[in-house]
């Protein structure tokens, strides 16, 4: 069975003493996890190493970056690299979230360097897609996040793709007052592995661990998660509160 996965987006929020707070309740109430699934943190970088002492010697549990840059090292103020998160036992990368592609206009070349650079080096990439809320009411939401597989993500090799964990966020559904239905992100997640599997083959595709970001909750995870195509989910504000990120972690399949 594909890894089932919960990972949690901090973004731009908590002191320190907050964040250490809530990773200390959520390793209390979440428990064991099967051997299928795991809970991932992507914390701001200066929590990076607290919240890898906390998770040390939990079973299924991981730190991610929030950010990486796409060189290995050099006169980049600012940047991290992959080779600092491997020093301070950090070894997964969200890659491309929607708030970089639209605060910091990062596009697809660049963030086909990062994924590679991530992929050189044993950090797993987090790789997120998705499509604004123009694109989705002129029905080219298909067309155009197989354009950013395509041009991220397509010239990897099939044993490469299958080190990737792809994150679809329905932009045009987060704080836009429209919900996205558990039907429509399987529907995404559906498309999103067809393509995986014309390019690499089904058994490949079949591999792939494909998160779903719009507004998971405590209240709709189960749903969503029990969505063939849907493996988890990369999850913002409810990643803030413990029970939420728990009953989030337990509704994995």
Request: glycine share 6%.
């Given at each position: 069975m594909r890894k089932q996965i919960a990972?949690?987006?901090?973004?731009?929020?908590l002191t320190i003493?907050?964040?250490?707070?809530?990773?200390?309740?959520?390793?209390?109430?979440?428990?064991?996890?099967?051997?299928?699934?795991?809970?991932?943190?992507?914390?701001?970088?200066?929590?990076?190493?607290m919240a890898a002492g906390k998770i040390a010697g939990q079973n299924n549990m991981f730190v991610a970056a929030q950010n990486i840059y796409s060189k290995k090292s050099g006169a980049f103020t600012g940047e991290v690299s992959v080779a600092m998160l491997?020093?301070?036992?950090?070894?997964?990368?969200?890659?491309?979230?929607?708030?970089?592609?639209?605060?910091?206009?990062?596009?697809?070349?660049?963030?086909?360097?990062?994924?590679?650079?991530?992929?050189?080096?044993?950090?797993?990439?987090?790789?997120?897609c998705g499509e604004a809320l123009p694109i989705r009411e002129v029905d080219q939401q298909?067309?155009?996040?197989?354009?950013?597989?395509?041009?991220?993500?397509?010239?990897?090799?099939?044993e490469q793709i299958q080190k990737v964990v792809i994150a679809y966020e329905p932009i045009w559904a987060?704080?836009?007052?429209?919900?996205?239905?558990?039907?429509?992100?399987?529907?995404?997640?559906?498309?999103?592995?067809?393509?995986?599997?014309a390019k690499y083959g089904q058994d490949v595709a079949n591999n792939i661990s494909i998160l779903y970001g719009g507004?998971?909750?405590?209240?709709?995870?189960?749903e969503i998660f029990g969505k063939p195509d849907v493996d988890g989910g990369l999850v913002g504000g409810s990643s803030l509160i413990a029970d939420e990120f728990v009953a989030i972690i337990k509704a994995l399949k």
């Open positions: 990972a949690a987006n901090w973004k731009m929020n003493t907050e964040g250490e707070t809530l990773l200390d309740n959520i390793i209390k109430g979440a428990g064991e996890m099967s051997g299928n699934q795991k809970a991932v943190f992507a914390v701001p970088a200066p929590y990076l190493t491997q020093s301070i036992g950090v070894d997964h990368a969200i890659i491309g979230h929607s708030e970089r592609r639209e605060y910091f206009n990062e596009n697809n070349q660049f963030l086909s360097d990062k994924v590679k650079v991530c992929l050189e080096e044993q950090i797993t990439p987090i790789f997120c298909n067309s155009f996040v197989q354009r950013q597989l395509e041009e991220s993500l397509f010239d990897l090799s099939a987060i704080g836009t007052g429209k919900t996205a239905s558990s039907e429509q992100a399987q529907e995404m997640h559906a498309h999103i592995r067809s393509q995986l599997a507004s998971v909750k405590a209240s709709n995870a189960k």
